[in-house]
């Protein structure tokens, strides 16, 4: 099983398509965010579907009053995204506006060490507005695997957790599954890597002990 999903944050087009297609072994998904998004245009979602034949998440966090986030994401599910990930801070009819579009990722707690001052704090709150919505998964740190362990620990059965933050930022994977996680997100450690084909291949590797 593939539980691997790329966080490909580089700006240029020929070179994401590059990655995307010699990583697509390995990978359960393929994430773009802004970065991606800008430099290449939102034509890149349906060029990585076609080159990798894998779902894309496109990680726009939104976060807006419930009819802004409803244009965005019709445009970019019509781009061909599977899933969007979105903030919950903005209340449950602004998640609602994406996910009566299509597959949605809430963001319950992110990953960088900035998210101790205000998302923490009220995370339990982004889990009630998950076990109440049913989305289709959340996103929980695999820098802070406890954080991940206590996330699963509350919300509902079949609601995934992706975890973003293994490598670079210092995740680890064994520790993220171990604590309750389905999917990890590696970006850096991959397309930054001298070849990202073989890095891609050592995390599938570690992935699958655990799975």
């Not at 999903?5 to 990978?27: F, G, K, N, P, Q």
């Not at 599977?82 to 609602?96: A, L, N, P, Q």
Request: net charge neutral; aromatic share 8%.
């Amino acid at each position: 099983m593939k539980r691997l999903v790329l966080a490909l944050d580089v700006y240029e087009r020929e070179r994401a398509l590059e990655i995307a297609e010699c990583t697509s072994d390995y990978l359960w998904a393929v994430k773009v965010n802004w970065p991606l998004i800008i430099g290449s245009g939102l034509k890149i979602i349906a060029e990585l579907k076609q080159v990798t034949g894998l779902p894309i998440i496109a990680d726009l966090k939104l976060a807006d009053i419930p009819n802004t986030n409803r244009l965005i994401a019709e445009k970019v599910f019509e781009a061909g995204a599977d899933y969007i990930i979105i903030h919950g801070f903005t209340g449950r009819e602004s998640v609602k506006a994406v996910m009566e579009l299509g597959k949605t990722i809430i963001i319950v707690e992110m990953s960088h060490p900035g998210a101790r001052e205000f998302i923490q704090p009220v995370t339990d709150g982004f889990i009630e507005l998950a076990n109440e919505l049913r989305p289709f998964g959340v996103i929980a740190p695999a820098t802070r695997p406890e954080r991940v362990a206590y996330i699963r620990s509350r919300l509902r059965p079949g609601i995934k957790i992706l975890s973003p933050g293994v490598g670079a930022q210092g995740g680890k994977v064994g520790e993220v599954f171990k604590a309750g996680a389905d999917y990890i997100i590696v970006g850096r450690s991959i397309y930054d890597s001298e070849n990202p084909r073989e890095a891609a291949r050592r995390f599938h590797e570690e992935v699958e002990v655990w799975s």
